[in-house]
């Protein structure tokens, strides 16, 4: 018999102050990766099979395909064992060989695509991939999320009521934008509710979600090659693109600071909380979303020799700086 559906809500409460992260404003974080699957995409995981089980797409033994870079496969892996549909993940050369490891022990296949897309991406590639399969065997079910409404609808019904119930209303939310589920589904709530904070939507220099360029990107979880079509660019938000070499920086810096190994996104974010520190009026509560820890990313941004082939050694050296009291870091500001 199948082990019962257990992820109940309640993971998600996890909130923790950075002290003088920025002078003059307190910053906390919100700790996503404290969920049963280490990151925050268990509950788009959820969600979108659900959805899809509701709908009547998904029965008992249907074989389910999805892209991934990392999170959602092993958050649906792990959905997808506990309710008994068999799961073939598509991902590439960027996402690390803990989660792929993970992925397997959970029971799915995983394909690895090698072909850079036209914009120096995996995407595109991955997404032929499954193209493919679907065209080879139509029964099988690709629940996409970059299109599907059940990933922002999770957020809605879960992350922005756990910040906005759990936490209380921040004066300013800083969120990264992969799919833009989190994004959409908490700028909706605040819409909904006419919540008066400000959100700033967070993606990696060389993403085109914002319609910048193209560029090439080391580090999974934000980012896209091309523009995931549940991401709505007119929404109330403010947009703030962040390069790698700032996300390993502070991601370093905040695992020296405050003892607390945080994921690549997280360190973006945060990177962008500094980044818009004159636009933060003094005595302000700001909220960064954390999607996942650091633990697997202890062979890229916290390995010195991942980090000196890709960014040089003056990130790896420039890393440990003290916090915002500290009058010789200014590297970080
Ligand atoms: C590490 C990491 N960063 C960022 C994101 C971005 O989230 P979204 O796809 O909701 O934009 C995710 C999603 O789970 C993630 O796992």
Redesign the pocket.
Known sequence: MRAHWAYEMGWGHAFLELPDFVLGFSTHVKLEGLNPTG???LK?ARAMVENAEADGILKPGSRLIESTS???GIALASVCAAKGHRLTLVTDPNANEYSLRFMRALGAEVITVTARDPNGGFLQSRIDLIHGVLAEDPSVVWLN?YTNPA?PGA?LDSTAVEIFQGFGEPDWLFI????????MGVTEYVRRTRAATRIVAVDTLGSVTFGEAPGRRWI???GASRRPEIFDAHGAFDKVLIEERETVLMCRHVARSYGLLL???SGTVLAAVRAMRNSIASGSTVLAIS??LGDRYLDSVYDDDWVTRRFGPTVRTHANRGTDTDPTNTALT
Do not use: E, Y
Not at 176 to 183: A, H, I, K, M, R
């Open positions: 990151s925050i995409k788009a990392g999170n959602l999320q990933n957020h990264g934008v992969g799919t833009s589920g989190t994004l999974p979880g934000l994921g690549g996104s999607p996942d």
